[in-house]
């Protein structure tokens, strides 16, 4: 389907999107762009270092680089050792809240549109 609307750097979201109410698909990139405006706000310089990381992942790779599963892969890859992650991010807890907390930005554009229409 992505293929056909020409979406293929799209989420899977944004497909709905567009059949359900004609909107056009937005790239990852945008997605990840109007994110930033989010995280440049609400987060540590080390936060948004971190979570420019995981954004560049996702725009390359897709929506699958934001699974839970994903976070402690994502920190090996950057930090190399999980200890270096956690003197650079903080707690555990607070590396799962940073790195769950950005993705309602990915879509709350999308989400505010859906909810007025």
Not at 9 to 26: G, M, N, Q, R
Not at 78 to 104: N, S, V
Request: glycine share 4%; proline share 3%; hydrophobic share 50%.
């Amino acid at each position: 389907m992505q293929k056909i609307i020409d979406a293929e750097k799209s989420d899977f979201f944004d497909l709905l999107a567009h059949v359900a109410c004609a909107k056009t698909p937005l790239t990852r990139n945008v997605h990840a762009a109007n994110a930033m405006v989010y995280i440049n706000t609400r987060f540590s310089a080390k936060q948004q270092v971190f979570l420019d990381f995981v954004l560049q992942h996702y725009m390359a790779e897709g929506v699958e680089e934001l699974d839970q599963q994903k976070l402690t892969p994502l920190l090996r890859l950057k930090y190399g050792a999980i200890q270096d992650a956690l003197a650079d991010l903080g707690r555990p807890e607070e590396i799962e809240m940073t790195f769950a907390g950005f993705q309602k930005s990915l879509y709350a554009e999308m989400v505010a549109e859906a909810f007025w229409l």
